[in-house]
């Protein structure tokens, strides 16, 4: 079955960045697309990045742009989410999800930014 596990989140400081990682199995990660969605408290599910199954095509949200960097390594199986210059408003939980199925989405991992 899909099993998607993230991982990297952390506390940090406005400015700073983090690194999440994503570990795939169970299912043909080299020919899916994917995506990370994140949740704040009290707020809806949102799309952050998406990309293609080759790696060829990325997309984010206007939120995120420019500091957010999706990419993947198809030999290891795994996604990944560079975030740069964090904010407080990037403050929630991130998930990984095959882009066609996002609500099979791993547990997710939390990311706090906070003076």
């Known amino acids: 079955q899909v099993q998607l596990v993230e991982s990297g989140g952390g506390l940090v400081q406005p400015g700073e960045s983090l690194r999440l990682s994503c570990a795939a199995s169970g299912f043909a990660f080299s020919r899916s697309a994917m995506t990370w969605v994140r949740q704040a408290p009290g707020k809806a599910l949102e799309m952050v990045a998406t990309?293609?199954?080759?790696?060829?095509?990325?997309a984010y949200a206007d939120a995120v742009k420019g500091r957010f960097t999706v990419s993947r390594d198809n030999a290891k199986n795994t996604l990944y989410l560079q975030m740069n210059n964090l904010e407080i408003e990037d403050t929630a939980v991130y998930h990984c999800?095959?882009?066609?199925?996002?609500?099979?989405r791993g547990p997710g991992t939390q990311v706090t930014v906070s003076p």
């Open positions: 990309i293609t199954a080759d790696g060829s095509s990325l």
């Open positions: 999800a095959k882009l066609t199925a996002v609500s099979t």
